[in-house]
């Protein structure tokens, strides 16, 4: 998984794009997000719920959702966007979670497909669209009681571990450098994110290790698992085969450049 950090701290900032046939894998960041399907069908997966998407639905993804997506037979337009762009949408869910699914976008299609032609310039402009677009999404979306949350929990936190993944980190030791209780870290972590402390590093730990399988560098399997974090070879091929469905001797024969 990966913490899109170019997705933080930015203020009118927008990025729109259309994309034919697009995969991406899990990913989170400090932005709210839209995905809307022009053509064809795919599948949105948001903090471990797999959304079918077809032509002429959105989804309307919040702060800090995992998500991944799979729409290699179709054309999506998605934006990204600083959160300070839609105050109003945070003003009205007033400490509620707002639950992902597919909205149909009705009469706003053509605005929706016009978003990756818009100037970041106009924020004004961009503001209205996106307003405009969460309007719909609430009136046809279902908001829940209250969750616990930290935003700038996950900020440091995952941050730290998308930096430090290939070292020897441990709950205790990351809820202790940054002030939290080891208790209350690990609930606030699978409270925002639907996963554990354990799941989230190997997340990072497997993917930086199938960038080691893939090159043309001939390291060793116990080379590769001590470069990605993982200290103990068992631990690593157990880890991998749950991730990708092989083991890393199998994923090297497949993809290996």
């Not at 077809?54 to 997506?69: D, E, M, R, S, T």
């Not at 009136?139 to 941050?159: C, F, H, M, W």
């Amino acid at each position: 998984m990966d913490y899109q950090n170019e997705n933080y701290g930015g203020e009118c900032d927008f990025r729109s794009n259309f994309h034919d046939g697009w995969t991406i894998g899990y990913n989170l960041h400090e932005y709210s997000e839209l995905l809307y399907c022009q053509r064809g069908a795919g599948t949105v997966t948001v903090n471990g719920q797999a959304i079918q998407l077809c032509a002429g639905q959105l989804v309307w993804i919040p702060p800090n959702y995992i998500h991944k997506y799979d729409f290699e037979d179709a054309a999506v337009v998605c934006a990204v966007f600083s959160n300070d762009l839609i105050p109003l949408f945070f003003k009205s869910l007033a400490g509620r979670y707002f639950c992902v699914s597919a909205i149909d976008a009705g009469p706003l299609a053509s605005v929706l497909e016009s978003l990756p032609h818009k100037s970041k310039e106009d924020y004004i402009g961009i503001s209205g669209y996106l307003n405009l677009i969460c309007s719909q999404v609430l009136k046809n979306s279902r908001l829940e009681g209250a969750r616990p949350t930290d935003g700038v929990l996950y900020q440091k936190v995952i941050s730290y571990i998308s930096s430090h993944y290939t070292e020897s980190i441990t709950l205790s030791g990351v809820a202790k450098l940054f002030g939290y209780n080891e208790k209350y870290l690990s609930h606030a972590l699978h409270e925002l994110t639907g996963i554990h402390f354990k799941q989230l590093l190997t997340f990072y730990r497997v993917n930086h290790a199938k960038k080691l399988l893939e090159s043309k560098d001939a390291d060793s399997m116990t080379a590769v698992a001590e470069k990605s974090g993982f200290f103990s070879i068992n631990t690593f091929n157990r880890s991998f085969k749950e991730r990708t469905g092989i083991t890393p001797s199998e994923y090297r024969r497949r993809f290996a450049n």
